[in-house]
């Protein structure tokens, strides 16, 4: 019986990640497969082995196409399929993901998933592992358990918001997975409630190393509160976020918005750090592929959508730090410029992607707020954000505020704060139902049906249980 491909690579990749880990190897290298048993009792000992498990899934985050940064990213394809960025390169993969017209052979559409995959199959062969062992502590196993936990509902927050029904894979068993179909909606959301509950309930309040790159009690509430926007619990949301905001005594809105983005800022709630490249490189994948500073190439493919920095008033404080321009003798390029270094070979890391923030809190407060009629508190909290950007504030300029207007405000505020970070303005459009009304005049092109991206070819070709999205 042949092993696939993505069981094959996660049983290497515990291995080399726990060797790499111990041994400060760089390079993955190949090992002979071993069986579950093997897995179990190797890397599941005791609780150095384990934590160093768990630290591999952090650091396949930064390697990982889906939440890397870099150009299969979900910043950056999901930023495509909005209508906040732009190719300005002839890259046909990305091209399709512009102008919603993706095929099943797309290559990026493949890493995405694939990506998206192997770090949950990853998180399952962890517990499955942390389960079973016997030399790990019951602490220690409790602590894992809840960040990993943690990490497998992020991801299938992002799967399900993509793709619509996808498998829920809950197993390191590769036959079970082999021939998994697709799970409702539903189902998938249950499960990340129940697994970012479980975080909750059992994480601390403080940052394990004093680093904001593993998930506390907060990282997980925050995840959980946007999850109950996404459902529509306006309450459940209003609760969490309000949780995070004023308990953890953690966070604070940084009136410097330069700092905003360095690691271990203080309004990160959770952040990825290039150290989990196995290499000296200090900048991140997004600084090194947004910030354009000469011609246009392969590696800057993309730039900031004219339709959207036309969205902002001349006096935003985010236009200015959050944007820079690139000027050749024909075209004026606008690219992100929310991480400041462009590339770094050694050296002080400086700026870790940002992946949960306070600000994005606010901004959950208060569209939750403004759903159940408190609009005194919601405009208090679009206005937090708002001052912040040296913006006139709501309370002043419009205290009477009707609540539809309100959400138009709160939805042009969220796309203009959040650009560039895991694809909200494309999420956004869809959980509120103006996909359409907002890119059709602008996308030619486009249907109903482009807001769920294609299952690749290649997947459903090897499990006949699989199926595929309408429109495809």
């Not at 730039?303 to 935003?316: I, P, R």
Request: proline share 3%; charged share 20%; glycine share 6%.
């Amino acid at each position: 019986m042949k092993f696939k491909l993505f069981d094959i690579y996660l049983y290497q990749t515990l291995f080399v990640l726990i060797c790499s880990l111990l041994s400060s190897c760089e390079d993955f290298v190949d090992v002979e497969i071993p069986d579950h048993k093997i897995v179990s009792e190797t890397v599941f000992n005791d609780n150095t082995t384990a934590n160093s498990a768990v630290v591999g899934i952090y650091n396949e985050l930064f390697r990982s196409y889906f939440s890397g940064g870099g150009r299969n990213s979900t910043q950056v394809l999901a930023g495509l399929s909005a209508d906040n960025l732009r190719t300005i390169i002839l890259d046909d993969d990305l091209i399709e993901y512009e102008q919603n017209k993706i095929s099943i052979q797309n290559s990026s559409n493949l890493n995405l998933w694939s990506s998206a995959y192997n770090i949950v199959y990853m998180c399952n062969a962890v517990l499955d592992g942390l389960q079973k062992s016997e030399g790990v502590s019951a602490e220690m196993e409790v602590q894992l358990t809840g960040e990993v936990r943690f990490v497998r509902a992020f991801v299938y927050f992002y799967l399900v918001n993509l793709y619509g029904e996808v498998p829920l894979i809950l197993t390191p068993d590769y036959r079970k997975n082999a021939l998994a179909s697709r799970n409702t909606i539903d189902e998938i959301y249950s499960l990340m409630i129940d697994d970012l509950e479980n975080a909750v309930a059992v994480l601390g309040n403080t940052y394990k190393d004093g680093e904001r790159t593993r998930a506390n009690k907060f990282t997980a509430m925050a995840l959980l509160a946007r999850v109950h926007l996404y459902k529509g619990n306006w309450d459940r949301a209003e609760t969490l976020s309000n949780q995070v905001i004023l308990e953890s005594q953690t966070y604070e809105l940084l009136d410097d918005m330069g700092r905003v983005f360095l690691a271990n800022s203080k309004e990160a709630i959770w952040q990825i750090s290039p150290i989990g490249s196995g290499s000296s490189l200090a900048h991140t994948k997004e600084g090194n592929l947004f910030i354009i500073l000469e011609n246009p190439n392969y590696a800057t493919p993309v730039s900031l959508s004219n339709n959207f920095v036309e969205s902002f008033s001349k006096e935003d404080a985010r236009l200015t730090s959050w944007i820079h321009t690139f000027s050749t003798e024909s075209n004026t390029f606008y690219h992100p410029f929310k991480y400041k270094v462009k590339y770094a070979s050694s050296g002080e890391i400086t700026e870790y992607s940002m992946v949960l923030r306070l600000a994005e809190q606010y901004l959950i407060r208060c569209e939750a707020r403004t759903h159940q009629g408190k609009l005194l508190g919601a405009i208090a909290d679009l206005d937090r954000i708002r001052e912040r950007a040296n913006l006139s504030l709501i309370s002043n300029i419009a205290p009477g505020i009707d609540q539809k207007a309100l959400l138009d405000s709160i939805s042009t505020e969220r796309r203009r704060e959040l650009f560039t970070e895991w694809g909200h303005r494309w999420l956004d459009l869809k959980r509120t139902g103006r996909i359409s009304t907002v890119l059709s005049p602008i996308k030619t092109s486009w249907q109903d049906l482009d807001a769920l991206y294609p299952i690749p070819e290649g997947e459903i070709s090897k499990n006949p249980n699989l199926t595929q999205n309408n429109g495809y």
